[in-house]
């Protein structure tokens, strides 16, 4: 083993948020003074809509949204800048970025948040919020874990002491809408131990080290 390789077939939670960002072939975000990018690292051209929802952690609907349509060309880093739309924005506590084929509608990259402070200067992360969980055993041997926030969650992490890996993880809840993830076993790893896995399953979120987290007692299914 190297440093920082993962033995056992687990990934870190930061290997889970460049799965579903940094890592695609596109990827869109923002920075400083607004400045904002889409790019293609993808070999064919693509048409895309980079959809933004302002959240304030305290709201259980975001307070503006808007889409920029993007045409890019195929090959390496074909890049569209602009800047973020003003609308809200100072009420906002995060902007939630996803990007996704304009006539499919098939998403080409997950939720990316982008945060205008830094978390302890965020006022709603001390915001409750409750997140539900519910495990259902499959007959293929995995997990589906379902999990459904009250307010938007940032970051949201799961971790067990049963040996096997989720199939997503380190992601951001909407309020009311339930995400499913698999748990899945390791390959030519023992089949999930359903007992283990509900009995040590954890979850916590970037405001659980600033504010408050309540979690729902995980139910069987």
Known sequence: AVS?????????PLMHMFQNSLLRDVFATCGRDRQCFVKNDGMAPVDVDVKFEYW???EQTPIHEWTHSASLE???????????ETTQLERADVVLIRAQEKTSGTIVMKDNAFLRTVPKDIPGLKHPVSIAIAVSQSSDGTAMVTLESDFVALYVTLTTVAQGR???????????LKHVIEFLPLKHGPPVDFQELTSTLRVEHLG??????????????
């Open 166 to 176: 989720f199939s997503d993880n380190a992601l951001h809840l909407r309020p009311h």
């Open 56 to 58: 304030t952690l305290t």
């Open 74 to 84: 195929g090959g390496v880093a074909a890049t569209e800048r602009f800047e973020l």
């Open 208 to 221: 659980s080290y600033i504010g408050n987290l309540t979690t729902s007692a995980i139910a069987r299914v």
């Open 4 to 12: 920082g390789q993962v033995v056992g077939g687990r990934w870190k």
